[in-house]
């Protein structure tokens, strides 16, 4: 049979499993059914395919599911697996914590604080576990521990205060509220001010029920400070009571309008009762304040006794040490007296003299200040005496013409005498007294106590000296103080230590300006000036270069000490502060030259050999 192309074969029409076919089968060609070819092999394996495909049983089609989807790309091209919905938009959401939003949508979150008290680290979750964490107040408080009232400081942080009460006013229990406080009035409170104090009123019909000893009130009916005692309301009494008379103790108070309206003082020359002593005004000195001749007061600041007297203060005796100084009043001179002197009448302005019908001028004590003589004459033609308050009695009065008046009794007190015919001198602290008036004698028995002698004259300001050992004689010196402080010695050998275990034991030199010190520690003298001390140096003493010397005791080793030349060759030049400087020696064959400013080493330019060695002789 010819051969023939199987595209020269007539089209054929649907395969009905009958038709034979010719196969190969062992080496040999055989005649097949087209059924048995579909029959046989049977097909195992199992594959992908894009869609459902009945015929091919073992096949497997791709498809998509939540979150996935299936993209194809057609014949020849890909088929894409890929995320859709929610994955999708989790694929391309950004760092860090993620919410869902919708069926098919994500999106990036952050953890954020709002307000003050808290703050977040890592918020996102991006760098890291997302971290709470108290700030601020709250912070604070956690920080706390113990117990106490909790309180903002300064708006930034919280401590802890306890509920405190004012001494003698306010009690506060559980004031670190442990438990509630409670804040109440102290027992026996002390209520401050000096206005007042505002106690409960009220008219009568609201008073307490039941009321307390002791409870005060102002009732506002009969206007009047109520108190409940004894189970009664008593009224407080304003001076409106039943007094009819008021009476003073004698020699002690005196009482004036005795059943109208009493005026009560202290009598005159009062006799003090009992027997612990009087308490008298006290203050310091500056507390003094104007005042009378005759004030008596305690003085805190010097703790004696003080009296006002001829105008001036004075310290009162204890009679421990006797009179300290004795001043003299207006008409005397003389005072005042420190040790032993004399107390004379003061010249008046009147001559010495006889007088005829004189006219005279008296002072308050008694001294004729003028007299002069008067234009007239008289006749006295009686003269009548009397003793007065002086305690005396007169007889031979009145005179007509001449007689004898004649004095009995004693003088009083008050008028200078001893009020007493048999007076006797009465012994006080560290004073005896031995011997019967007239002829008594006082003595000191206190320890440490005598008689102060000095000479009948003294140099004006000279500083008192002891003269021997009994410390009962003193002397004059020529040693001086002015009344502005200045000391003046005599032209003798004077010694005066001035003596200081170091400087730091110096006074303050401002202070003391002028003034001499020695300091045992470095063995120097030194004196105040301009607030400092400064340093006296002695002839055989080197000055040091701190001190502005040079340290040495010779020309050339003090020229050395200051010299800042340290090698051979080296030259002094000065530098642009005016100051001398070294310049060290140039090199071989180097010159000495001059920039204008400065003198500096160059080489040499030339010249002859016999420059050279003339300026090397110069500077040698």
Avoid: C
């Avoid at 091919?56 to 995320?83: C, E, F, K, W």
């Avoid at 005026?263 to 104007?290: E, L, M, Y």
């Avoid at 008046?405 to 007076?423: D, R």
């Amino acid at each position: 049979m010819a051969n023939i192309q199987i595209t020269q074969l007539p089209a054929g029409g649907a395969i009905t499993g009958t038709e034979q076919v010719p196969v190969v089968q062992n080496g040999v060609t055989v005649r097949v059914a087209t059924s048995a070819i579909a029959a046989s092999p049977a097909q195992q394996q199992t594959f992908l395919t894009l869609n459902q495909e009945s015929t091919l049983p073992n096949s497997r089609a791709l498809s998509g599911s939540l979150g996935v989807g299936l993209t194809d790309g057609g014949a020849l091209s890909t088929l894409q697996i890929t995320l859709n919905g929610a994955s999708g938009s989790l694929e391309s959401a950004a760092n860090g914590l993620v919410a869902k939003t919708g069926s098919s949508t994500v999106t990036s979150r952050s953890i954020a604080v709002s307000g003050s008290g808290l703050s977040v680290t890592n918020g996102s979750g991006a760098s890291g576990n997302p971290t709470l964490a108290l700030s601020g107040l709250p912070a604070s408080l956690a920080g706390l521990s113990g117990t106490g009232i909790l309180n903002i400081i300064n708006g930034t942080s919280v401590g802890s205060v306890d509920i405190l009460g004012t001494a003698n006013q306010i009690a506060v229990a559980n004031g670190n509220g442990v438990g509630n406080p409670t804040i109440s009035i102290t027992s026996n409170p002390v209520l401050p001010g000096s206005a007042g104090a505002v106690v409960p009123s009220g008219n009568t019909a609201a008073r307490a029920s039941v009321p307390s000893n002791g409870t005060i009130r102002y009732n506002t009916d009969n206007a009047n400070f109520e108190f409940y005692q004894n189970n009664v309301w008593a009224v407080f009494g304003t001076g409106a009571g039943s007094v009819t008379s008021v009476s003073g103790t004698a020699n002690q108070i005196t009482v004036v309008n005795s059943t109208t309206t009493p005026i009560v003082s202290i009598t005159s020359d009062p006799t003090i009762p009992g027997t612990g002593g009087v308490v008298i005004p006290a203050g310091t000195t500056g507390q003094r304040g104007a005042t009378t001749n005759g004030t008596i007061r305690y003085n805190t600041t010097i703790g004696l006794l003080e009296g006002y007297i001829n105008g001036a203060w004075s310290t009162l005796s204890t009679g421990g040490s006797g009179v300290t100084s004795v001043a003299t009043g207006t008409g005397l001179t003389g005072g005042p007296i420190t040790s032993t002197g004399t107390i004379s009448l003061d010249n008046t302005a009147v001559v010495a003299g006889s007088y005829t019908a004189a006219n005279i001028t008296v002072d308050a004590q008694g001294r004729l200040t003028s007299a002069a003589n008067g234009s007239g004459a008289g006749t006295v033609t009686s003269v009548a005496v009397s003793g007065g308050t002086t305690g005396l009695t007169t007889s031979g009065g009145p005179i007509t013409s001449s007689g004898t008046i004649t004095l009995a009794g004693t003088l009083a007190v008050a008028s200078g005498g001893t009020g007493t015919a048999t007076p006797s001198i009465v012994a006080g602290t560290n004073i005896t007294v031995s011997g019967t008036w007239p002829n008594q004698t006082i003595n000191s028995s206190g320890s440490g106590a005598g008689d102060v002698v000095g000479p009948a004259s003294a140099t004006d300001n000279a500083i008192t000296r002891f003269d021997n050992t009994t410390g009962k004689l003193v002397q004059n010196s020529l040693v001086t103080v002015s009344d502005t402080g200045a000391i003046t010695a005599p032209q003798v050998g004077s010694v005066i230590p001035f003596y200081y275990a170091n400087q730091a034991a110096f006074p303050s030199a401002a202070t003391y300006h002028g003034a001499l010190a020695h300091s045992h520690a470095d063995g120097a003298m030194y004196f105040a000036h301009s607030s400092s001390w400064i340093r006296m140096l002695d002839a055989g003493t080197a000055v040091t270069i701190a001190q502005g010397g040079t340290g040495q005791t010779t020309a050339a080793t003090a020229f050395n000490a200051l010299s800042p030349i340290t090698t051979t060759g080296d030259l002094i030049i000065g530098n642009g502060s005016n100051s001398a400087t070294r310049l060290g020696i140039g090199s071989n064959g180097y010159v000495l030259t001059s920039n204008g400013t400065t003198a500096a080493w160059q080489a040499s330019g030339g010249g002859s050999s016999s420059q050279a060695n003339a300026f090397a002789w110069f500077i040698s």
